[in-house]
């Protein structure tokens, strides 16, 4: 079975005093490469928000990078080719997808391209107004 990391379930494996740490990093260890996934993008988004939590959270882009290194060690990285982020862009259009929802809706297409059976995220309700090929494939840690 082939699993896709949503990026609400991947920072908390590194950070033991967040809310969802135990249960994101059970399902983070209990997978590799052939059967965990996450979205290219994911990795920017992992770094973007690591190193802009509030006082002493905060860690260094240095930092980050090792937690980089342990998820491409760890995960499959599913990438969209320009075509298919077009193609994604476009169906989110087409379906009233607006404003940072959309960065989510990249990545269910990469769950999608990766053949992954369920999505783990903390955030259901923001793939909820997706298409039922990424909603029924939804789970939290």
Request: aromatic share 10%; with cysteine; hydrophobic share 45%.
């Amino acid at each position: 079975m082939k699993v896709f990391f949503d990026t609400s379930v991947l920072v908390p494996c590194f950070l033991e005093d967040h809310l969802h740490h135990e249960a994101s990093l059970r399902v983070f260890l209990a997978v590799d490469k052939m059967q965990g996934c996450c979205g290219a993008h994911s990795l920017a988004e992992v770094y973007a928000t690591a190193t802009r939590f509030p006082g002493k959270q905060r860690l260094s882009g240095d930092q980050v990078l090792l937690f980089l290194n342990d998820l491409r060690e760890r995960l499959d990285i599913v990438g969209l080719t320009p075509d298919e982020y077009y193609s994604a862009l476009s169906d989110a259009a087409a379906a009233g997808i607006v404003g940072g929802a959309v960065y989510d809706a990249l990545l269910g297409r990469c769950a999608l391209k990766a053949g992954a059976e369920f999505i783990y995220t903390w955030n259901v309700k923001h793939f909820q107004q997706f298409s039922p090929d990424i909603t029924n494939r939804l789970r939290t840690p």
